[in-house]
T-cell receptor
Framework: GAGVSQSPSNKVTEKGKDVELRCDPI?????LYWYRQSLGQGLEFLIY????????KSGLPSDRFSAERTGGSVSTLTIQRTQQEDSAVYLCASSRTGGLKKTEAFFGQGTRLTVV | AQSVSQHNHHVILSEAASLELGCNYS??????LFWYVQYPGQHLQLLLKYFSGDPLVKGIKGFEAEFIKSKFSFNLRKPSVQWSDTAEYFC???????????FGQGTELSVKP
């Protein structure tokens, strides 16, 4: 596609429910990143994919968070048993190569998650 | 640990004032440096980038940044800001080792007309 696409754009869920957030990167981009943006907290790195593998998942806050990427394309971030502190905007970005070697990351519009 | 630090959390300027936003990063080998901007209600957009060569890089809308390797810094500058520059600015560092892209905490810029 023309840009990074994330769905849904907004999600309201009840505490304790599971949610899935989807990211469609730019076609041909091998690297994919997930971030969490909370008010006043900047962009918190969650996980990085190179192809289908995740060399760095050090930013996942707890074992309730997981992510996968299939076919070197679409990625899904899953949050189990959501808590109110999970409320944030979840951003996805993709780039042609990992390590941003001579390339930049392109961002989607994000998914605003609200846990009530 | 790899980290990026932005010194200013909120900057308020009047139109035509000069701007400089600080950004420092931790050592981690070869890096690629970026400034992103997020206008209200919009997604993150690239303002400028540095990979190699001339340490003074120019970006869109009159912004520029200088890479000072000895100081691990990549400060953003603009000689004369406009009201339309009101936005949040993020410094980001791409570490070749490991492939991670790390962001600073962001600086909110408010420009008064």
């Amino acid at each position: 596609g023309a840009g990074v696409s994330q769905s849904p754009s907004n999600k309201v869920t009840e505490k304790g429910k599971d949610v899935e957030l989807r990211c469609d990167p730019i076609s041909g981009h091998t690297a994919l990143y997930w971030y969490r943006q909370s008010l006043g907290q900047g962009l918190e790195f969650l996980i990085y994919f190179q192809g289908n593998s995740a060399p760095d998942k050090s930013g996942l806050p707890s074992d309730r968070f997981s992510a996968e990427r299939t076919g070197g394309s679409v990625s899904t971030l899953t949050i189990q048993r959501t808590q109110q502190e999970d409320s944030a905007v979840y951003l996805c970005a993709s780039s042609r190569t990992g390590g941003l070697k001579k390339t930049e990351a392109f961002f989607g519009q994000g998914t605003r998650l609200t846990v009530v | 640990a790899q980290s990026v630090s932005q010194h200013n959390h909120h900057v308020i300027l009047s139109e035509a004032a000069s701007l400089e936003l600080g950004c420092n990063y931790s050592y981690g080998g070869t890096v690629n440096l970026f400034w992103y901007v997020q206008y209200p209600g919009q997604h993150l957009q690239l303002l400028l980038k540095y990979f190699s060569g001339d340490p003074l890089v120019k970006g869109i809308k009159g912004f520029e940044a200088e890479f000072i390797k000895s100081k691990f810094s990549f400060n953003l500058r603009k000689p004369s800001v406009q009201w339309s520059d009101t936005a949040e600015y993020f410094c980001a560092v791409g570490y070749n080792q490991g492939g991670k892209l790390i962001f600073g905490q962001g600086t909110e810029l408010s420009v008064k007309p």
